[in-house]
Structure formats: structure tokens, C-alpha cells
């Protein structure tokens, strides 16, 4: 089925391992992007990508990186998890940096950091 | 800081009612788009409203938007217990690359 996938659904992490959340489209979407939700505070953006090769912070890039090195995939990479970082994270695709027909969303992958 | 802010942050209504909720935001926008949020799921599009778009329409859905006034309004009429979910407004505002920022959503209860 088309769409965004992202794995895993959910994972534990101790305090200052790293690990990578994926994020995969088959829509042939050019616009990427990662946001968190956490309670009381609405999605807030970590990093986007306008294509293959070109990446961009958003509100809260501190403590993540990403790469696209394909128009496919569009990881996400915890450098040294910490407590805060425990959230809900959404991937998120639309066909271009103008989403007139809105962004398709990912399920989401809840972290808990302990 | 959040570009969208909905009102009221809980909506409680009977099923066959009308919901609306609102939506208000601070700068200009290319347009603004409404998705709702199924619990533990990710977030699905309603609706978009261009900047010179006054109201659109789209099965039990009507979205209104006041550039004037920086608001929209998202009507769900003949509500039902399926409607139950969060609704988020978010906004393309101008020059800013086209991300989207999003609202911190309203919770929409349909009682059967």
C-alpha cells in the first residue's frame, strides 16, 4: 500500500545510546519531514528535506540528524538519547515544499528514553 | 512558539450535532489545512483552504477562513462517534519554506 512507513512502532532506549528511526515513501514525495508530539504541545518540527541531498532544521533540531540520501527514505538519528527526547515521532511526506494536497503522515514511533 | 492555536481545547457533543471548532493564527499564510488524529495514529488530512479561499467544502466538512481576522473554522455538521478523534489546524505561512506548524489540536468527543 502506498504510503509512509516508518519503523519501529515502538522502542526503549537508555539514556545516551543512539539509534535511528526510518521513515520510507512510495509516492514519489519530494518534501520530508520529522516532527514530535508530546502532550499539551501540538507536533513541532525536527528537521525537514526539500529532496535527495538537502536538509533543513526546524523548531527543535537540537539532538538529531538526518541525511536523504535517496527521495525515499528519510532517517532520523538520535545522537545520545536523553529523557526528553521521550515522545511520539511522525514522519510526514507531501509532493512538493507546497502541500496543496496536504502532508500524508507516517503511524508514528513512541520513544521512551529511561 | 505555536503559528495555530484551536479553540476550545475540548468539544463534547451528541451524536447528529454540529461541531466547530476554531482556529486562530498570528502571520500571514499561503493556507491553512485542518488533519485529524485517531488515537495512537498518525494524522490524517481533511482539508485545505487557500489564502484567497473564503470557504470550501468537502462532504461533512465546511472550513471557513478571515485572513482578516488571522481565524478559520472547521464545521463537522450530522456529527457521529466515528468523528471522535483530535483536529489539528495547521498553517503554510508565507515565505517560510512551506513547512507546515501545527496547532496543539482539539479533542472532539461524540457521544452515541
Known amino acids: 500500500n502506498a504510503g509512509v512507513t516508518q519503523t519501529p512502532k515502538f522502542q526503549v532506549l537508555k539514556t545516551g545510546q543512539s539509534m535511528t528511526l526510518q521513515c520510507a515513501q512510495d509516492?514519489?514525495?519530494?518534501?520530508m519531514s520529522w516532527y514530535r508530539q508530546d502532550p499539551g504541545m501540538g507536533l513541532r518540527l525536527i528537521h525537514y528535506?526539500?529532496?535527495?541531498?538537502?536538509?533543513d532544521q526546524g523548531e527543535v533540531p537540537n539532538g538529531y540528524n538526518v541525511s536523504r540520501s535517496t527521495t525515499e527514505d528519510f532517517p532520523l538519528r538520535l545522537l545520545s538519547a536523553a529523557p526528553s527526547q521521550t515522545s511520539v515521532y511522525f514522519c510526514a511526506s507531501s509532493y512538493s515544499d507546497t502541500p496543496i494536497r496536504g502532508y500524508t503522515f507516517g503511524s508514528g514511533t513512541r520513544l521512551t528514553v529511561v | 512558539s505555536q503559528q495555530g492555536e484551536e479553540d476550545p481545547q475540548a468539544l463534547s457533543i451528541q451524536e447528529g450535532e454540529n461541531a466547530t471548532m476554531n482556529c486562530s493564527y498570528k502571520?500571514?499564510?499561503?493556507?491553512l489545512q485542518w488533519y485529524r488524529q485517531n488515537s495512537g495514529r498518525g494524522l490524517v488530512h481533511l482539508i485545505l483552504?487557500?489564502?484567497?479561499?473564503r470557504e470550501k467544502h468537502s462532504g461533512r466538512l465546511r472550513v471557513t477562513l478571515d485572513t482578516s481576522k488571522k481565524s478559520s473554522s472547521l464545521l463537522i455538521t450530522a456529527s457521529r462517534a466515528a468523528d471522535t478523534a483530535s483536529y489539528f489546524c495547521a498553517t503554510d505561512k508565507t515565505g517560510a519554506n512551506s513547512k507546515l506548524t501545527f496547532g496543539k489540536g482539539i479533542t472532539l468527543s461524540v457521544r452515541p
Open positions: 509516492m514519489n514525495h519530494e518534501y
Open positions: 502571520t500571514s499564510i499561503n493556507n
Open positions: 528535506s526539500v529532496g535527495a541531498g538537502i536538509t
Open positions: 483552504i487557500r489564502s484567497n479561499e
